[in-house]
């Protein structure tokens, strides 16, 4: 399934991604506040696209005029989710390369599978997270109507073997329609 925003496409990973997303994975300052190691090489990313993104649900975020990865979003649904959220709910993740931080890109791609996932997928609350000292990611949420729910101390994150503190923000269907008036 493809995605469209007013200025990206989101949608499935391919293998020919492998090169771009090394681009934008390889950076320090992406995955490990993001929760996983930087990519290594072309062929580490080709790896992560099929072990990890070519999944059900996660796109590639691609903007409209070349269609090139730049980003991935994905919505992890009740038990596929970190969360272990009953099947009604859905966990949104994603993550942008650096020369599009501040460029709004993630908040149109949160809005757009905020959409696709109470109006097509049925699901009644979507929830998010983020690692202290991710305020990018926080600010993301903000603008996207995501609430603090609570926050998970010294909790050991296999990926990167080490121990963090994530805050866990969601949003209701309810929320939601409220908030998506507003905008």
Known sequence: MKLQTERLILRPWLESDAKNLFEYAK????????????????????????????VDKTYAVCLKEDNKAIGSIGLMLGKASNLALPDTEGEIGYWI????????FIPEAVKEL????????????????????NIKSKRVQEKCGFKYHHTN?????????????EHITCITKEDWEKFATML
């Open 27 to 54: 950076d320090p300052q992406v995955g490990p506040i993001a929760g996983w190691p930087q990519h290594t090489s072309v062929e580490n990313s080709l790896e992560i696209i099929r072990n990890v993104l070519a």
């Open 97 to 104: 390369g650096v020369p599009f931080w501040g460029q709004g």
């Open 114 to 133: 905020l959409c696709h996932g109470f109006h097509d997928l049925g699901l009644t609350k979507i929830w998010c997270g983020y690692f202290d000292g």
């Open 153 to 165: 101390k010294d909790i050991h994150w296999e990926l990167m073997d080490d121990t963090r503190t």
